[in-house]
Protein backbone atom coordinates (compact mmCIF):
# COMPACT_ATOMS: atom_id res chain seq x y z
CA UNK A 1 0.00 0.00 0.00
CA UNK A 2 1.44 3.24 -1.19
CA UNK A 3 1.74 6.52 1.49
CA UNK A 4 -1.13 8.04 -0.58
CA UNK A 5 -3.50 5.38 0.38
CA UNK A 6 -2.47 4.56 3.75
CA UNK A 7 -3.24 8.73 4.30
CA UNK A 8 -6.71 8.40 2.68
CA UNK A 9 -7.33 5.34 4.94
CA UNK A 10 -6.65 7.03 7.74
CA UNK A 11 -9.02 9.77 7.09
CA UNK A 12 -11.49 7.51 6.36
CA UNK A 13 -11.09 5.62 9.45
CA UNK A 14 -10.57 8.65 11.46
CA UNK A 15 -13.89 9.96 9.83
CA UNK A 16 -15.77 6.99 10.58
CA UNK A 17 -14.82 7.09 14.52
CA UNK A 18 -16.05 10.73 14.32
CA UNK A 19 -19.39 9.88 12.48
CA UNK A 20 -19.64 6.88 15.75
CA UNK A 21 -19.56 9.13 18.32
CA UNK A 22 -21.95 11.37 16.84
CA UNK A 23 -24.89 8.74 16.56
CA UNK A 24 -23.69 7.33 19.77
CA UNK A 25 -23.90 10.67 21.40
CA UNK A 26 -27.23 10.82 22.98
CA UNK A 27 -28.78 14.80 21.87
CA UNK A 28 -28.85 16.77 25.11
CA UNK A 29 -32.03 16.33 27.17
CA UNK A 30 -34.87 19.06 26.77
CA UNK A 31 -35.48 20.65 30.16
CA UNK A 32 -39.25 20.60 31.42
CA UNK A 33 -41.51 23.67 32.08
CA UNK A 34 -41.78 22.57 36.05
CA UNK A 35 -45.49 24.01 35.80
CA UNK A 36 -45.94 21.62 33.06
CA UNK A 37 -44.63 19.33 34.75
CA UNK A 38 -46.62 19.65 38.17
CA UNK A 39 -49.77 19.64 36.05
CA UNK A 40 -48.99 17.00 33.57
CA UNK A 41 -50.02 14.49 36.34
CA UNK A 42 -49.88 11.73 34.26
CA UNK A 43 -46.44 12.26 33.00
CA UNK A 44 -47.92 11.75 29.01
CA UNK A 45 -46.02 15.12 27.89
CA UNK A 46 -49.47 16.76 27.86
CA UNK A 47 -52.25 18.48 29.63
CA UNK A 48 -55.51 17.50 29.06
CA UNK A 49 -58.31 19.81 29.93
CA UNK A 50 -58.66 18.37 33.48
CA UNK A 51 -55.04 18.45 34.03
CA UNK A 52 -54.77 21.83 32.75
CA UNK A 53 -57.80 22.69 35.44
CA UNK A 54 -55.65 23.18 37.84
CA UNK A 55 -54.02 26.65 36.75
CA UNK A 56 -56.55 29.42 36.12
CA UNK A 57 -54.97 30.73 33.18
CA UNK A 58 -54.57 27.35 31.18
CA UNK A 59 -58.31 26.46 32.11
CA UNK A 60 -59.78 29.72 30.46
CA UNK A 61 -57.71 29.69 27.49
CA UNK A 62 -57.31 26.02 26.76
CA UNK A 63 -59.15 25.82 23.34
CA UNK A 64 -57.85 29.06 22.54
CA UNK A 65 -54.41 27.52 22.68
CA UNK A 66 -54.88 24.34 21.42
CA UNK A 67 -53.76 24.80 18.30
CA UNK A 68 -53.32 21.61 16.47
CA UNK A 69 -57.12 21.11 18.42
CA UNK A 70 -56.40 17.80 19.75
CA UNK A 71 -58.35 18.58 22.66
CA UNK A 72 -54.87 18.74 24.79
CA UNK A 73 -51.77 21.10 25.33
CA UNK A 74 -48.14 20.20 24.74
CA UNK A 75 -45.48 21.86 26.39
CA UNK A 76 -44.93 24.56 23.74
CA UNK A 77 -48.48 25.20 23.54
CA UNK A 78 -48.89 25.84 27.29
CA UNK A 79 -45.64 28.31 27.51
CA UNK A 80 -47.19 30.00 24.45
CA UNK A 81 -50.39 30.24 26.56
CA UNK A 82 -48.33 31.31 29.50
CA UNK A 83 -46.28 34.14 27.87
CA UNK A 84 -48.80 35.23 26.26
CA UNK A 85 -50.86 35.74 28.86
CA UNK A 86 -48.39 37.09 31.22
CA UNK A 87 -48.10 39.48 29.06
CA UNK A 88 -51.32 41.08 28.19
CA UNK A 89 -53.80 39.04 30.57
CA UNK A 90 -51.55 40.95 33.93
CA UNK A 91 -53.84 43.89 34.10
CA UNK A 92 -50.35 45.67 34.21
CA UNK A 93 -51.03 47.52 30.80
CA UNK A 94 -54.44 48.52 30.28
CA UNK A 95 -54.85 50.15 26.26
CA UNK A 96 -55.32 53.55 25.84
CA UNK A 97 -58.65 53.20 23.92
CA UNK A 98 -60.31 50.78 26.46
CA UNK A 99 -59.30 53.55 28.95
CA UNK A 100 -60.89 56.55 26.49
CA UNK A 101 -63.96 54.26 25.83
CA UNK A 102 -64.35 53.51 29.67
CA UNK A 103 -64.13 56.99 30.35
CA UNK A 104 -66.89 57.83 27.19
CA UNK A 105 -69.18 55.49 28.93
CA UNK A 106 -68.98 57.79 31.67
CA UNK A 107 -69.79 60.66 30.40
CA UNK A 108 -72.68 59.67 28.54
CA UNK A 109 -74.01 58.41 31.75
CA UNK A 110 -73.49 62.06 33.39
CA UNK A 111 -77.28 63.28 34.13
CA UNK A 112 -78.42 65.98 32.05
CA UNK A 113 -75.38 66.56 29.74
CA UNK A 114 -74.59 66.83 26.28
CA UNK A 115 -72.34 63.96 25.98
CA UNK A 116 -71.24 65.59 22.64
CA UNK A 117 -69.45 68.53 23.98
CA UNK A 118 -66.96 66.56 26.13
CA UNK A 119 -64.10 65.06 24.43
CA UNK A 120 -61.84 62.56 26.07
CA UNK A 121 -58.12 61.25 24.54
CA UNK A 122 -55.83 58.96 26.35
CA UNK A 123 -52.42 58.48 25.88
CA UNK A 124 -50.19 56.57 28.12
CA UNK A 125 -52.95 56.24 30.66
CA UNK A 126 -53.02 60.00 30.87
CA UNK A 127 -56.51 60.90 30.09
CA UNK A 128 -57.59 64.51 28.73
CA UNK A 129 -60.59 65.90 29.58
CA UNK A 130 -61.57 69.05 27.18
CA UNK A 131 -65.37 70.53 26.44
CA UNK A 132 -68.11 72.03 28.02
CA UNK A 133 -70.11 71.16 31.10
CA UNK A 134 -73.24 71.86 32.72
CA UNK A 135 -72.30 72.85 35.85
CA UNK A 136 -68.80 71.83 38.44
CA UNK A 137 -70.94 69.19 40.21
CA UNK A 138 -71.04 67.38 36.37
CA UNK A 139 -67.42 68.02 35.61
CA UNK A 140 -66.07 66.72 39.50
CA UNK A 141 -68.11 63.93 38.78
CA UNK A 142 -66.37 63.05 35.55
CA UNK A 143 -63.20 63.59 36.88
CA UNK A 144 -63.50 61.46 39.99
CA UNK A 145 -65.30 58.29 38.51
CA UNK A 146 -62.33 58.75 35.55
CA UNK A 147 -59.75 58.84 37.97
CA UNK A 148 -61.16 55.46 39.09
CA UNK A 149 -61.01 53.92 35.94
CA UNK A 150 -58.03 51.43 35.56
CA UNK A 151 -54.55 52.11 34.32
CA UNK A 152 -55.24 56.12 34.73
CA UNK A 153 -51.85 57.43 35.47
CA UNK A 154 -53.77 61.14 35.34
CA UNK A 155 -56.47 62.97 34.44
CA UNK A 156 -55.53 66.40 32.54
CA UNK A 157 -59.14 68.45 33.71
CA UNK A 158 -59.18 71.00 30.86
CA UNK A 159 -63.29 71.44 31.47
CA UNK A 160 -65.11 74.44 31.04
CA UNK A 161 -68.59 75.48 32.25
CA UNK A 162 -71.20 76.47 29.42
CA UNK A 163 -71.67 80.79 29.68
CA UNK A 164 -73.83 81.60 31.90
CA UNK A 165 -73.45 78.35 33.86
CA UNK A 166 -72.72 77.66 37.98
Do not use: W
Amino acid sequence: MDARARVISLLMLAFLQDASICVAAEPPAKKTNPTFARLDANRDGYLSYSEARADKQAAQYFALFDENRDGRLNEDEFLRLKAAKGRHGSGVHVSDSAITSKVKLIVLKTKDLDADKVHVETVVGVVRLRGEVDNAKQAKHIVESAGRVKGVKKIENSLTLRSGQK
